[in-house]
């Protein structure tokens, strides 16, 4: 399995940006696929999640502002985020789960600033 991630930038405080995470070389549905953010010198931090279901679950520090989806026919997954704050910059990665472990992407970069 792979997982490339990209739709990172920079935007001004109060802007959206979407990430995108296109999956391949495995069975799509049968993962739930979550997002995480770290920032320098800090401990990876979950974002949103959703399953196949899909059932969708949000971090407090996002909830109302971001959300989470998946097209399973593009096997992708996505991350809205919209009225974005100073506090959301960092580096976002989208992680695939399932029991047989976990499968990382690489980072895509989003800093929020005037």
């Known amino acids: ?43 990876r931090e979950w974002v949103a999640s959703v399953t196949s279901g899909p059932r969708k679950r949000y971090a407090d520090s996002v909830q109302g502002r971001f959300t989470i989806t998946r097209d399973n026919t593009e096997r992708t997954v996505y991350l809205q985020m919209n009225s974005l704050e100073p506090e959301d910059t960092a580096t976002y990665y989208c992680n695939a789960n399932s029991p047989w472990g976990d499968i990382w992407g690489q980072g895509t970069l989003v800093t929020v600033s005037s």
């Open 1 to 43: 399995v792979q997982l490339q991630a990209s739709g990172g930038g920079w935007v001004q405080p109060g802007g959206s940006l979407r990430l995108s995470c296109v999956f391949s070389g495995g069975i799509f549905s049968r993962f739930t696929m979550r997002w995480y953010r770290q920032t320098p010198g800090n401990e």
